[in-house]
């Protein structure tokens, strides 16, 4: 019998690990990823059964209870034990784990939960329009930058613009918003420079270098 030379590259299903199949049914590049994937198929399907059949618990066997279990819980609520889970973990619902393996949740800690939590509609703030504007000219020589620039400014930050008889128009306010970040600050008006700062301060070369990085980019604090 003649050995099939077919050889496909493919991905592991399981591990994510490249590799060369000899059948288009190959899934698995190893026996051992294949029986740990079919393991995880099987603890899946066993939790899907496992809350179906707490759904399918009758209601009514737990409706009088004042302490639930978290399968009651999940029955009288209507959703997945995983989904009670979830809100205990978040805080949402309060629970007492009275054992390693026993949490008990009050039915009035579910009554409270839903005080307060009505949905409502969130209403987006109304943004203000934009009537004011820059030409790229204009931008050019108030920030002495380039044509380029200006679209490349407006491309990375999302800058509102509007197009009229074949000119471009952008929002000054936005504009002036990036701009103000960079202008420099004109009230210092007295200087030293770095042979100044050797001289006054016993400094040597490299010392006045460094302390100049630092002012021009300091450290953000925490």
């Not at 051992?32 to 009514?60: D, F, H, S, T, W």
């Not at 420099?184 to 070369?205: A, L, T």
């Amino acid at each position: 019998m003649s050995i099939s030379k077919f050889k496909a590259l493919r991905t592991c299903e399981f591990c994510g690990k490249e590799f060369y199949a000899q059948k288009v049914s190959t899934r698995y590049c190893s026996k051992r990823c294949n029986e740990l994937a079919y393991k995880q198929r099987r603890r899946q399907r066993q939790i899907i059964e496992a809350e179906a059949r707490v759904l399918q618990k009758p209601i009514e066997d737990v409706k009088e209870k004042e302490f639930l279990s978290l399968n009651d819980t999940a029955v009288l609520m209507g959703i997945s034990k995983r989904c009670v889970y979830d809100l205990i973990h978040n805080g949402i619902l309060q629970a007492f784990k009275l054992t390693s393996r026993l949490t008990i949740v009050r039915k009035a800690d579910i009554e409270i939960m839903f005080e307060g939590r009505v949905y409502t509609k969130k209403v987006k703030p109304e943004r203000k329009p934009i009537t004011e504007f820059y030409t790229t000219k204009e931008i050019q020589e108030k920030f002495g930058v380039s044509e380029a620039w200006v679209f490349k400014l407006a491309k990375e930050k999302k800058i509102p613009k509007v197009l009229h008889h074949g000119k471009t128009y952008w929002s000054k306010q936005h504009v002036d918003k990036h701009f103000a970040k960079h202008i420099e600050n004109n009230s210092i008006v007295e200087w030293y420079s770095v042979q100044d700062m050797m001289e006054k301060f016993n400094m040597d070369h490299f010392c006045s270098l460094l302390l100049c990085v630092e002012v021009q980019h300091p450290e953000k604090e925490d």
